[in-house]
């Protein structure tokens, strides 16, 4: 059973695969140490059996959220774990009074959409070769609370 936690030292490890297996351009195991001690980095972990199987991420200023990366390991993919762990930090959010959240998401990563969208989110724009590795846009989506 997955619990969900904040970020700790000991899941930097399970967060670097995570990243490593999922995105071409990781962040490295350094910046995520460093969001640590951030005031305004919020993450959410889910932790299963003291393995991390999936975080979501966001940085907070003036009151409005941005998430900043959110991944399920690679064999757990498609079981909810990235829903949940993205509930967890809209909960932060309305328990916060931030105002709003934003988020960036490749134009073709369809399932990403999909799971933004069902959780409230709306295509409010987006930003033009975006993504450095492809040149991809980035469709920009908002909740506003």
């Known amino acids: 059973m997955m619990i969900i936690d904040t970020l700790k030292k000991q899941y930097t490890d399970g967060i670097d695969t995570i990243n490593r297996a999922s995105f071409s351009h990781p962040w490295s195991k350094a910046l995520i140490e460093q969001d640590i001690d951030n005031p305004n980095c919020f993450y959410a972990v889910g932790v299963e059996e003291n393995e991390v199987i999936g ?3 966001m940085t907070v200023i003036a009151g409005e959220a941005n998430i900043t990366n959110i991944a399920t390991h690679p064999d ?3 079981e909810g774990i990235g829903k949940k ?3 967890q930090l809209i909960d932060i959010c ?3 009074d931030f105002l709003l959240i934003t988020l960036e998401v490749r134009r073709s990563n369809i399932a990403a959409v ?3 969208e069902s959780l409230g989110f ?3 724009g987006e930003r033009k ?3 450095s590795d492809n040149g991809e846009d980035a469709l920009i989506m908002t909740m506003s609370f």
């Open 55 to 57: 975080y979501a991420g």
């Open 76 to 78: 757990r993919r498609r």
């Open 85 to 87: 762990l993205l509930s």
């Open 94 to 96: 309305k328990e916060n």
């Open 114 to 116: 999909a799971l933004y």
């Open 122 to 124: 709306k295509i409010e």
């Open 129 to 131: 070769k975006y993504y």
